[in-house]
């Protein structure tokens, strides 16, 4: 299984930008998606998730207000970025959980795409 994060970019502060989570190979239609960060340096942190339907939906504290998770019936499922911070500055992963509601722990995910870089310059 292959996930796979794109739409990321280099952007000013207070920029937008929106990233996409998709699966070439399985649906995930039926499980919850997270979106996780790495900055270089340290560790891999939450940031935001949906579940199957997109009914619930969590956010970090860094990013409430700002960013916006979704998905289509389909098989995609979006961040979208507004004013963005030198801080937002990682590589910027989503993955599949194994349940169908939302999770901030690594650990409930099982399938990981390659992650998208996110630059925001001061």
């Known amino acids: 299984v292959q996930l796979q994060a794109s739409g990321g970019g280099l952007v000013q502060a207070g920029g937008s930008l929106r990233l996409s989570c998709s699966s070439s190979?399985?649906?995930?239609?039926?499980?919850?998606v997270g979106w996780f960060r790495q900055a270089p340096g340290k560790e891999r942190e939450f940031v935001s998730s949906i579940s199957w339907n997109g009914g619930s939906t969590s956010y970090a504290d860094s990013v409430k207000g700002r960013f916006t998770i979704s998905r289509d019936r389909i098989n995609t499922v979006y961040l979208q970025m507004n004013n963005l911070k030198p801080e937002d500055t990682a590589v910027y992963y989503c993955a599949s959980a194994r349940s169908s509601t939302t999770s901030a722990t690594p650990s409930s995910y099982t399938y990981w795409g390659r992650g998208t870089l996110v630059t925001v310059s001061s």
């Open positions: 190979k399985r649906t995930f239609s039926n499980n919850g």
